[in-house]
């Protein structure tokens, strides 16, 4: 159906050619031959690209860049998400669509806070959109990183090195400490070495040694603090007289560890980060650490996009020491002040998130009209805005791409709504305020559209409003599904006894059918798929899991989908737990979606022999175990080396005939064999060799439970070449012969 708006628009077209009608001047739409926003604001514009901005020290940076823009009448428009996960997320990954919006040609200039964009994927998607404009000039504020960079990039940065000489001058003139250890984050980055070269420098200036045995490598995370205060408290390291944390946030978990185990740390040594990340209130005793002078990089980035000096000519600005109780100085009232006032104000707009009816009036409303009179009764919620908008795409409302038509709402004031066409910034760049926020609006993998948040003097939206944004995004959904027939009339049908993605039993229908079966060789299966907080697992993956417990469960197809994520199957057979789980990890290291698309790692089996459990007792026993298989794998992944040795297990389980070359798997990672070796069972808790052997095992079980292939035909799709020593190997690993194994499931049996 089309709507009202696409109808009279189609009519004034039709009169336009008849009665020479100016199309453009009702609904402001910019001919095509235009020479750029500039003749018609009479303003340069500057694109901000950034990541989560309400973070500290993406605020501090864009801080610099509004006052020095609003000293030149620039206009900046800061294009970022909300979220930023560090892996990719299919929930999270439509917001990062709001960086399509760097195509407008209105931009004069790019501002790159490269640092806070940590996403791999995010980091292609911004360099496919910036290629696109190469005659567009790009500042970058932070370190180069790999990849992710063009030619005509000018970075501008602070200097690691002499920040971090400054720290050690501090502990060395200040407090006359000479045995300082340092810590660093991980041997791979530049940033890392550059940070010891400054600690080692100062030494040297000093007349003290340096020792490669007082350094240690981290990973920038509280996990590697905590690690090496345990070898300090535990008498491996004989104790400095002070350590320098590369960022506070290893600090914070160096000093924590020594809280947990009763320690005062002030009697032992003293410690000093860098970064100020502003949870200094948090832990004990207040940090001394070093603020690095983003306001300035800001200011820097400005001044070069409009000429006034050269990038070469930058000079890299300077940082302060922020004395805090950890190194002997004491914290300075005015830092103390202002900490205070900053914890004042987030509690404050904690209290009203928790507690204001904002969410819940939003559910009530029955049009977009009631909605946004809603978010203007609560306008108080987003700190010091001086305009806010709501831009929908106009089919916001359905499963498609978004439309070329979209719909303004004004969120402060009433304001009759307005339509302007995508990719058509005159409507939000040309009035009002000069420094401009776009924010992703979007509910799942479908997005609706995004906000515009303008201050007029320099000003950045703090972490309440993402609770904001997820208050519009939620409100928006409700709004959809009241008005969505297909949708009621499909939660009216909804079985008792089924769920109705999968078509399997839901916990209701298995919890009863489970009274009716005999239970002396009854097996009670759980498979959960592992998630990350905020992550929706995809229609397809549960229907794939469906389908391999159809298969494996029998002809009665006990099986069901108990919880979002987790599934629930029930088996007769005398054999033990671990061979049907073993069966179940065979099928979804087989399914190259699953694995090569999530990995075994997401996939958690375990199982219990129900003899005269109740089925809530069994249904318990069975979470206990997963989740103690959730904190195994919540463990691996804070891991370092997880996500690049994640591709190497992947690997091996979906070419399990391949893995008979172990040199190939080890050129995989950059590093020694030993190395590789070394991290790979710290990570997962396994050899390399024993995974390429386990995974050649369940490949086998595959083919002897599904297929009729004989057993020398297994053996030489599993890789090898000799089929005496491929049942040696599975009768060792599996302790029953593979003739054996498949006489367990018998296709009459099984199926």
Not at 307 to 324: M, Q, V, Y
């Amino acid at each position: 159906m089309l709507s009202v708006f696409t109808f009279i628009y189609g009519i004034e077209i039709f009169a336009s050619k008849i009665y020479n009608i100016d199309m453009n001047i009702r609904y402001r739409i910019i001919p095509e031959k235009r020479k750029g926003v500039v003749e018609h604001l009479k303003k340069k514009v500057f694109g901000v690209i950034a990541a989560d901005v309400s973070d500290i020290e993406q605020r501090e940076i864009l801080t610099g860049i509004f006052e020095e823009a609003k000293k030149y009448s620039v206009k900046t428009v800061v294009l970022s998400n909300i979220y930023n996960p560090v892996e990719s997320s299919d929930v999270l990954n439509t917001e990062n669509r709001i960086y399509e919006q760097t195509g407008c040609s209105d931009y004069d200039g790019f501002i790159l806070v490269s640092e806070s964009i940590i996403n791999p994927e995010l980091q292609k998607l911004i360099i496919n959109e910036l290629e696109k404009k190469p005659d567009i000039p790009v500042a970058v504020v932070g370190t180069e990183l790999p990849g992710f960079s063009l030619p005509w990039f000018r970075y501008i940065n602070t200097s690691d090195e002499k920040d971090i000489c400054d720290i050690t001058d501090h502990l060395i003139d200040v407090h006359h400490f000479r045995n300082i250890h340092i810590l660093t984050g991980h041997d791979y980055l530049e940033a890392s070495h550059r940070r010891v070269d400054g600690y080692r420098k100062s030494l040297e200036k000093h007349g003290i040694g340096f020792d490669e045995s007082s350094v240690f490598f981290g990973n920038f995370w509280m996990n590697s603090g905590a690690e090496l205060a345990m070898r300090y408290i535990s008498g491996e390291l004989e104790y400095p007289e002070a350590l320098i944390c590369c960022n506070d946030y290893m600090a914070y978990g160096f000093m924590d560890a020594f809280m947990e185990n009763g320690i005062d740390i002030k009697e032992k040594m003293a410690v000093a980060g860098y970064e100020y990340i502003r949870e200094r209130r948090n832990h004990t005793p207040v940090l001394t650490t070093y603020q690095r002078n983003r306001k300035q990089l800001g200011k820097n980035a400005v001044l070069y996009l409009i000429g006034k000096t050269d990038s070469d000519n930058l000079p890299e600005p300077s940082g302060r020491i922020i004395p805090g109780e950890s190194c002997g100085c004491g914290t300075l009232l005015s830092d103390s002040l202002r900490e205070i006032e900053e914890e004042k104000l987030k509690k404050m707009y904690d209290f009203l998130n928790l507690f204001c009816q904002f969410e819940h009036s939003l559910t009530e409303c029955r049009n977009l009209d009631e909605f946004a009179e809603q978010c203007r009764n609560f306008k108080f919620m987003v700190r010091g805005a001086d305009s806010l908008h709501m831009c929908l795409y106009e089919n916001w409302y359905a499963p498609v791409p978004g439309s070329e038509t979209m719909i303004r709402y004004n969120l402060l004031e009433s304001e009759e709504t307005q339509f302007f066409r995508k990719g058509d910034y005159e409507l939000l760049f040309g009035d009002g305020p000069d420094i401009l926020y776009l924010s992703p609006l979007f509910f799942s993998e479908r997005e609706l559209g995004y906000t515009v948040l303008g201050f007029s003097s320099p000003d950045v939206y703090d972490p309440s409003f993402r609770n904001w944004m997820k208050y519009l995004s939620n409100g928006l959904e409700f709004l959809r599904m009241k008005n969505d027939i297909k949708y009621l009339t499909e939660c009216q049908n909804l079985s008792e006894q089924r769920d109705m993605v999968t078509g399997l039993y839901n916990l209701k229908g298995i919890e009863k059918k489970y009274e009716t079966i005999n239970k002396e060789n009854l097996h009670m299966v759980m498979l959960q798929i592992y998630q990350d907080d905020n992550e929706n697992v995809k229609p397809e993956v549960l229907n794939i899991i469906s389908d391999i417990l159809r298969n494996t469960s029998g002809k009665s197809v006990l099986a069901a989908r108990t919880d979002k994520n987790i599934f629930i199957s029930l088996y007769n057979r005398d054999m033990d737990d671990s061979i049907i789980c073993e069966v179940l990890n065979a099928c979804i290291s087989q399914n190259s979606e699953l694995a090569g698309g999530y990995g075994l790692c997401s996939f958690l089996c375990t199982s219990v022999l129900c003899s005269e459990l109740s089925f809530r007792e069994a249904r318990e026993k069975c979470l206990e175990n997963i989740q103690e298989k959730n904190r195994a794998v919540s463990e691996m992944k804070i891991s370092p080396y997880f996500r690049k040795l994640s591709a190497i297990r992947n690997f091996i389980y979906r070419n399990p005939e391949k893995t008979f070359d172990t040199e190939a798997i080890y050129s995989m990672y950059k590093g020694s064999r030993e190395y590789v070796r070394k991290i790979y069972v710290k990570c997962f808790g396994t050899t390399i060799q024993d995974e390429c052997i386990y995974s050649r095992i369940l490949k086998a079980v595959y083919h002897l439970v599904f297929t009729g292939m004989d057993i020398n035909e297994i053996a030489e799709k599993c890789g090898y070449s000799d089929s005496k020593y491929f049942m040696r190997q599975f009768s060792s690993k599996t302790g029953m012969t593979a003739v054996s194994y498949r006489k367990i499931f018998e296709k009459d049996s099984y199926r």
